[in-house]
């Protein structure tokens, strides 16, 4: 696929089905992941990858931390919480693992990780795979953090739910730039 075709038209895919992706194709996600921008070369980010049973596992993860905030939660809620992970074939766990630089603020690393994911969605268009980048209170949570061994001192950046994806996909959106983007000094062309 030409890039700036897939730059242009690359949308998130919510509903994603088996197959997930093939070991080719995984290797060439994370080939894609390795090529971010990377300040010091500090390699800033790792990655989990999550399939059957360890998407079970990790919506009971899901569902203790949720209980854990609100004991009374109802079963409906524990049950949506049970069935977050199951939205996929294969998770992709994003974490940002911040190396001590001189040179090289967190903020930066971070920024890299965030890189390295959009490198991974775009892999994931280019071989017509679909992907959806998402966090929500769970990302941040420490009970899911610590279940997936993710360190206090590393960021959950996202995960990646990837499969193949199902029904309609939805329209690029119209922008128009000029929202966006200034001339600076302002007024000159
Ligand atoms: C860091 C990050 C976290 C996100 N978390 C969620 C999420 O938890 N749930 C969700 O519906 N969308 C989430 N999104 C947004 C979607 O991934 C997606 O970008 C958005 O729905 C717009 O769709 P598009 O990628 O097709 O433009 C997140 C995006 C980013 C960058």
Redesign the pocket.
């Known amino acids: 696929m030409e890039i700036l075709t897939a730059l242009h038209n690359r949308?998130?895919k919510p509903r994603l089905v088996e197959p997930g992706p093939s070991e080719e194709q995984l290797a060439a996600i994370f080939q894609a992941a390795l090529r971010a921008p990377d300040h010091a070369m500090l390699k800033p980010w790792r990655f989990l990858t999550i399939v059957g049973v360890g998407l079970e596992r990790l919506g009971q993860l899901f569902a203790d931390a949720a209980k854990q905030d609100q004991p009374d939660l109802s079963e409906e809620a524990l049950n949506k919480y049970l069935g977050m992970p199951l939205r996929a074939p294969m998770i992709i766990v994003v974490i940002c693992s911040p190396k001590s630089h001189p040179k090289v603020p967190e903020v930066e690393q971070v920024l890299s990780t965030g890189a390295a994911t959009q490198n991974m969605l775009l892999a994931c268009h280019g071989m017509k795979l679909g992907a959806?980048?998402?966090?929500?209170a769970m990302a941040y949570h420490a009970h899911v953090k610590a279940g997936l061994g993710i360190g206090t001192d590393e960021l959950l950046a996202?995960f990646l739910y990837v499969g193949t994806p199902q029904g309609s996909i939805?329209r690029v959106p119209e922008l128009n730039l000029t929202d966006f983007v200034q001339n600076w000094p302002l007024n000159k062309k």
């Open positions: 949308v998130s959806m980048w998402r966090t929500g996202g939805k």
